[in-house]
């Protein structure tokens, strides 16, 4: 069975750093999408960034382009959001989640493909 375990939240001013990490394990398939999603209480689960295990590539929200990075270790054992000149409104509970097969634009915005999720970590950002 899939396990992955987020780590890595805490409270930060705006513009500042964080790192989140998801550790995962077991993995059925050389192909998964790995994706980052964050909830608010206001909002839906939103994707923010995705890494294809097979290949690396990434997908990204365009609210966060050019300042989020999804990188993975080569064993595919860890998964990092970097997060950099973090704003209020990237405040939530950030999930590790995993789909099989590679990452799609579309996977961002349709939690309901992804079977695996890990338990969630906190972020906020006060302005």
């Known amino acids: 069975q899939v396990h992955l375990a987020e780590s890595g939240g805490g409270s930060v001013q705006a513009g500042e750093s964080l790192r989140l990490s998801c550790q995962v394990s077991h993995l059925p398939y050389s192909h998964n999408c790995l994706v980052w999603f964050r909830q608010t209480p206001q909002n839906e689960r939103e994707g923010v960034a995705g890494?294809?295990?097979?290949?690396?590539?990434?997908v990204y929200a365009e609210s966060v382009e050019g300042r989020f990075t999804v990188s993975q270790v080569s064993s595919y054992t860890t998964v990092f959001l970097d997060m950099n000149n973090l704003q209020p409104e990237d405040s939530g509970v950030y999930y590790c989640?995993?789909?099989?097969?590679?990452?799609?634009?579309?996977?961002?915005?349709?939690?309901?493909?992804?079977?695996?999720w890990g338990q969630g970590t906190q972020v906020v950002v006060s302005g």
């Open positions: 989640a995993r789909d099989a097969g590679d990452c799609f634009t579309a996977s961002l915005s349709t939690p309901r493909w992804f079977i695996d």
């Open positions: 890494i294809s295990t097979s290949d690396g590539g990434q």
